[in-house]
């Protein structure tokens, strides 16, 4: 069934962590490509701890472009800070796009990420490295490795209809969805701290029956000035946690939230 939806306002939610080399570049590329975009837009920074100048210049830029900073005073982690950023961005726009903060992810692709939402076919849109039109530039080998692993497993295990790319974290949500993923799961609604959180987060909108859709891109990570804050053996431990964890959900009888159960039982298998 297609939802088509005004989109107005969107925001924009950059988690960021010592990002000083890398959020002003793409700060001023934010605003340079969305000067004329059909909805007005509101960045939302979310400087977890950072040790560097991330907040100055989040701040300095709050100045010319429209920009709300929110600071942890110490660090959480990935997961805390989208956690955040999505809980205040649902309120700032009909659409919320998650970009990370290091210049690798184009705000190019933010217009047509809120288009297939506008347009009602969505309620999640990703931008996929794993589109036949996708390029990935400058990648290490062994993250390409990572996340094909988890695009493999995710199939066998726990496929979710439309998704090849289930880890990255640029990604596209219909305020009301994160609206009833709240409902659903409480104010705490991503647990993992880590970069599995992405994982996480998208499992458990396929638990709610939310629809996905993938458009292809361009991931520069070549751009990357900064380094890059994945711990990768903490990573690939708690993408086994969340696999499981929601692996059980699906195969193990539901004891509770049965109101939905038929419904995500159906869309689970035409998968
Ligand atoms: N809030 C928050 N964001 C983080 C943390 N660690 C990394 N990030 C952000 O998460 C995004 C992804 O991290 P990045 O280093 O770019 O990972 P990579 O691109 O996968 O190598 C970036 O925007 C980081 O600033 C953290 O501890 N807290
Ligand atoms: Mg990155």
Redesign the pocket.
């Known amino acids: 069934m297609k939802t088509p939806t005004q989109v107005s306002e969107v925001a924009i939610v950059?988690?960021?962590?010592?990002?000083e080399k890398d959020l002003p570049t793409l700060l001023d590329n934010i605003r340079g490509t969305l000067a004329e975009a059909p909805f007005k837009y509101t960045v939302v920074v979310?400087d977890?701890g950072s040790k560097d100048n991330t907040a100055a210049i989040a701040r300095a830029a709050a100045k010319t472009m429209p920009l709300k900073l929110i600071q942890?005073e110490v660090?959480?982690?990935?997961g805390?800070?989208?956690q955040t950023g999505l809980s205040a961005g649902r309120h700032l726009g009909e659409v919320v796009v998650v970009m990370?903060?290091?210049n690798?992810h184009n705000p190019v692709y933010i217009q047509d990420m809120v288009r297939v939402i506008q347009e009602g076919d969505a309620d999640v849109v990703i931008a996929s490295r794993f589109r036949a039109a996708s390029v990935v530039q400058g990648v290490p080998f062994f993250?390409q490795v990572l996340s094909w692993g988890c695009f493999a497993m995710m199939k066998c295990l726990l496929p979710y209809r439309n998704v090849r790319d289930y880890s990255t974290?640029f990604r596209a949500y219909r305020s009301l969805t994160l609206g009833r993923l709240i409902q659903n799961s409480g104010a705490r609604f991503i647990e993992e701290s880590s970069?599995a959180c992405m994982l996480e987060l998208l499992l458990s909108l396929r638990w709610l029956g939310a629809r996905a859709v993938e458009i292809p891109y361009t991931l520069r990570?070549d751009l990357?000035v900064?380094?890059?804050?994945?711990r990768i053996i903490r990573t690939i431990r708690r993408y086994f946690h969340v696999i499981g964890k929601y692996w059980c959900k699906d195969v193990l009888p539901e004891t509770e939230e049965t109101s939905l159960s038929e419904l995500r039982r159906q869309l689970r298998t035409q998968a």
């Open positions: 950059l988690p960021a962590y010592n990002e979310v977890d942890h660090n959480k982690g990935l805390e800070g989208v990370d903060a290091d690798t993250r974290g970069f990570y990357k900064g380094a890059s804050k994945m």
